[in-house]
């Protein structure tokens, strides 16, 4: 049968999908959410070491297994991450649109989004494990990096799920995509390009921005790694290195990027 995970809304499935966690839901996904999902995690592992009615109850009251988000959020962060796909995956772009225009009509009809990933820690010993995961796909993000999230061999299957069961707005994207018409996406890595129209002051706000969040980060981790010292917030500690190594990686590539777009900018 497989491990399925799900796209909905309060009363719409979007999408859903078997044995992956589609790349362009997670791309949906910023920093709260993130933070949100590192926090599930641990919960999930203490969780697991209850009994059997205590963890059915957590579960029922979603203390992990789903990511809740409003829907504006969601679009917005996939709206900033179309320069990544259109640059290391041009093949992939209408596809990634197409998902965007799903997105945009549901959020005509609904607040918030739900990513339902329950099933997907069923692949993992330890779900620290998928944390793990998440830092490569970000940091591939934000190093404009291929990531072996997108699988060339299940194209669909890693970037959208499935549509085919779905109640969504408009027209399904099964019904438009075939996995052959999507070619292998291409193994050459482009330079981000800098965008001429930002104006000098912003491109000094978000550098001082960017190294505000990443010095924040890095304070933190540094007290996660004070905390593993210690028996008893050791498990926070770890969840806290891994989560605040991913903000660290994740800021100190946006600064990059900021300084890049400084020096190009008169």
């Not at 491990?3 to 309060?10: G, K, P, R, V």
């Not at 959410?33 to 969780?47: G, K, N, V």
């Not at 190093?143 to 970037?159: F, H, K, N, R």
């Not at 291409?186 to 491109?203: E, I, N, V």
Request: proline letters at 5%.
């Amino acid at each position: 049968m497989g491990q399925h995970c799900y796209l909905t809304t309060d009363t719409i499935q979007i999408f859903e999908s078997t044995n992956h966690l589609p790349t362009f839901w997670l791309l949906g996904l910023g920093e709260e959410q993130l933070q949100a999902l590192a926090q599930q995690l641990e919960t999930y592992e203490l969780a697991k070491k209850l009994s059997q009615p205590e963890l059915v109850r957590r579960l029922e009251e979603k203390q992990f297994g789903v990511i809740k988000t409003k829907m504006n959020d969601f679009q917005n962060n996939l709206v900033d991450r179309e320069e990544y796909i259109s640059t290391l995956y041009p093949e992939l772009l209408d596809l990634y649109e197409d998902f965007q225009r799903v997105i945009m009509e549901e959020s005509t009809h609904a607040p918030t989004i739900e990513l339902i990933y329950l099933d997907y820690l069923f692949f993992f010993e330890n779900s620290a494990e998928l944390l793990t995961e998440l830092e490569e796909l970000f940091s591939a993000i934000t190093y404009s990096e291929e990531t072996a999230w997108i699988d060339a061999q299940d194209i669909l299957g890693t970037t959208i799920g499935s549509d085919r069961f779905s109640n969504h707005q408009g027209e399904l994207l099964h019904d438009h995509y075939e996995p052959a018409q999507i070619n292998r996406p291409s193994a050459k890595t482009h330079p981000a390009s800098a965008d001429p129209q930002l104006p000098k002051r912003q491109l000094l706000s978000q550098c001082i921005k960017s190294s505000l969040l990443l010095i924040l980060s890095l304070v933190l981790t540094l007290g996660s790694i004070f905390m593993i010292r210690y028996p008893i917030p050791r498990p926070a500690g770890i969840t806290g290195i891994l989560l605040f190594g991913l903000g660290t990686i994740i800021f100190s590539g946006q600064l990059r990027s900021d300084l890049l777009l400084l020096k190009k900018t008169k």
